[in-house]
């Protein structure tokens, strides 16, 4: 048994006893023992009662205060209570030092951060976020955040709670400010709020896009006229050196090839304007599919076997010829990529969640896993002697995704090397045209 219990059980045992005796003492007559006894046990109790007020003041402001020194079995008591006190503080100076430390880093980050509770209030942000969203941490704490950016895209950015991508948000409080922003879930229903200053990046690339569309104008009168040209000499009938043919041909085919360069060069710039708003009209895919068809015969020559499978009639709400472009561009490359004999499959059907998709499969020579993701890059070339002689321009399926996204929807590749691929664009409910039109 430790000393603590002993003073705390034996000592009054025995001033059990004392009583006891004591009493016997009264009993008999020995009143003097029994007056002794009673004094040493009203001290006894009146030190009892000094700890318990000492410890009740240091209960009432246990921080600044310093734990007492306690008599009897209370100083083993107190001598306890300081070392837990003590203790208590050293973790509490440590979480405010890391918290410190975690504040500097977050403050030196070159984005901003803010943190959102589950109901999308702040609960922290630091220097670089307040000057990107207007806030102010003394302030705005407790606040949503969505008071304060008030941005429509912004809070549906919110809402869909599908943030595989960053939202770039501009027309900010800052004016010109363009800033690209990222939600990260995290802990207990917590998230990030990531904000990145990509003005500069968007000025470079605002340059880069208009020097690509100024160039590809320049461009295309130039190659007009040389094409003109060369047609012009091919069509002479006294040209009879083999060689002159033989270049001449060259010549055309050369510059047919840098004619659709310059061609998609500009459908991309077009799209990539911002200026360049969306026509909605009512689009019959169906039909649609029935004129790709006759064009992927033109094109295959009958060396494949092309179909269309139509598994719904509903129409879509978007650009004809945007739709017209980026699924014909699917199909050739089906057909530029599917070895002689090989069949193409053109759908359209609706998906178990009510989704539009628009599919073209084909068994052609299929496409490596660690290809995929980079094929909707410009110029990017799996094969680059393959593409040259197909005559692709690899700008095809950079021009499918941007209009893909256009129309809100997604362009999917599923693909096995050897075993054909499959290129869909999957549309939302809201490209339905009952859906836009209502």
């Known amino acids: 048994m430790n000393d603590f ?7 009054p045992f025995f001033l059990f006893l004392f009583a006891l005796v004591a009493l016997v003492w009264a009993l008999v007559g020995a009143l003097p023992a029994a007056l002794f006894f009673g004094i040493g046990v009203s001290v006894r109790l009146y030190l009892h009662l000094r700890n318990l ?12 205060r310093d734990v007492p020194d306690g008599t009897g079995m209370w100083e083993d008591v107190f001598s306890e209570l300081n070392k837990l006190t003590k203790r208590r503080r050293q973790e509490r100076q440590q979480h405010a030092a890391a918290l410190l430390q975690m504040k500097q880093a977050t403050s030196a980050l070159p984005e901003g951060v803010v943190i959102l509770d ?3 209030r702040i609960e922290w942000c630091n220097p670089l976020a307040e000057r990107h969203f207007g806030l102010d941490t003394g302030r705005d704490v407790g606040q949503q955040i969505t008071y304060l950016a008030r941005q429509p895209e912004f809070v549906q950015y919110l809402a869909m709670n599908n943030f595989r991508e960053p ?7 800052h004016g010109d400010l363009v800033l690209s922003v ?5 802990g207990d229903n917590k998230r990030l709020l990531i904000s990145r200053d990509i003005t500069h990046l968007e000025r470079i690339e605002t340059m880069r896009r208009d020097f690509v569309a100024n160039v590809s104008h320049e461009l295309r009168t130039p190659l007009t006229v040389v ?13 009879e050196n083999d060689m002159a043919r033989r270049a001449l041909a060259l010549m055309g085919e050369q510059t047919s090839r840098m004619e659709n360069l310059v061609d998609d060069l500009l459908t991309l710039s077009r799209l990539e304007n911002e200026q360049n708003v969306l026509q909605e009209e009512k689009v019959d895919v169906p039909e649609l599919l029935k004129i790709l068809l006759e064009e992927g015969r033109s094109l295959s020559k009958g060396q ?21 472009s980026a699924f014909g561009n699917l199909v050739t490359n089906a057909i530029r990529y599917t070895p002689q004999g090989g069949e193409i499959v053109l759908a359209w059907d609706q998906m178990a969640d009510g989704h539009l998709r628009f599919s073209v499969k084909d068994s052609g020579i299929g496409i490596a896993p660690q290809h995929i993701p980079r094929l909707t890059e410009r110029f990017y070339r799996v094969d680059r002697s393959r593409s040259r002689e197909t005559g692709g321009t690899g700008l095809g399926l950079a021009i499918v995704k941007h209009i893909a996204l256009r129309h809100q929807a997604q362009l999917e590749i599923v693909s096995e090397e050897g075993s054909g691929s499959t290129f869909s664009i999957v549309f939302p409910l809201k490209r339905r045209w009952a859906e836009a039109s209502s």
């Open 227 to 239: 094409n003109g040209f060369v047609e012009t000499l091919q069509d002479m009938p006294n040209l």
């Open 182 to 186: 990222k939600l990260i879930a995290y």
């Open 167 to 173: 939202l770039i948000l501009r027309d900010t409080r």
């Open 118 to 120: 589950e109901a999308d």
């Open 5 to 11: 219990w002993q003073r705390a059980i034996v000592h």
């Open 53 to 64: 007020a000492a410890f009740d003041r240091w209960l009432a402001d246990p921080d600044t």
């Open 304 to 324: 494949h076997q092309l179909r269309v499978e139509i598994g719904c009639q509903e129409p879509l709400s978007g650009s004809a010829n945007e739709l017209h």
